[in-house]
Nanobody
Framework: QVQLTESGGGLVQAGGSLRLSCAAS????????MGWHRQAPGKERELVAS???????NYADSVAGRFTISRDNAQSTVYLQMNSLKPEDTAVYYC???????WGQGTQVTVSS
């Protein structure tokens, strides 16, 4: 049974940092591309970062240079390091096994100004 569980969200001041974790189970993480998405109130869900099974990363323009996605296949965990956070980064962040219907439940990130 595939499960994705996010953690690490919270309230942070603008300019601060958070690290999100996505614990994967039910499959071998190393075989799949993974992504982090976010959805702000009243907005569509957007892909912010992805990492291929080979470690190639891609970022949305809005987070490039501030966010870093990484993976630890041995720990079956994907991370999203978020630095220089802005109020517009406030959203629920979701982990997804790319190109599949498998999503986590989401973790709230709130950035105060």
């Amino acid at each position: 049974q595939v499960q994705l569980t996010e953690s690490g969200g919270g309230l942070v001041q603008a300019g601060g940092s958070l690290r999100l974790s996505c614990a994967a189970s039910g499959f071998y993480l190393g075989n799949y591309a993974m992504g982090w998405h976010r959805q702000a109130p009243g907005k569509e869900r957007e892909l912010v970062a992805s990492i291929s099974r080979y470690g190639t990363t891609n970022y949305a323009d809005s987070v490039a240079g501030r966010f870093t996605i990484s993976r630890d296949n041995a720990q079956s965990t994907v991370y999203l390091q978020m630095n220089s956070l802005k109020p517009e980064d406030t959203a629920v962040y979701y982990c997804q096994r790319q190109f599949s219907p498998y999503w986590g439940q989401g973790t709230q990130v709130t950035v105060s100004s």
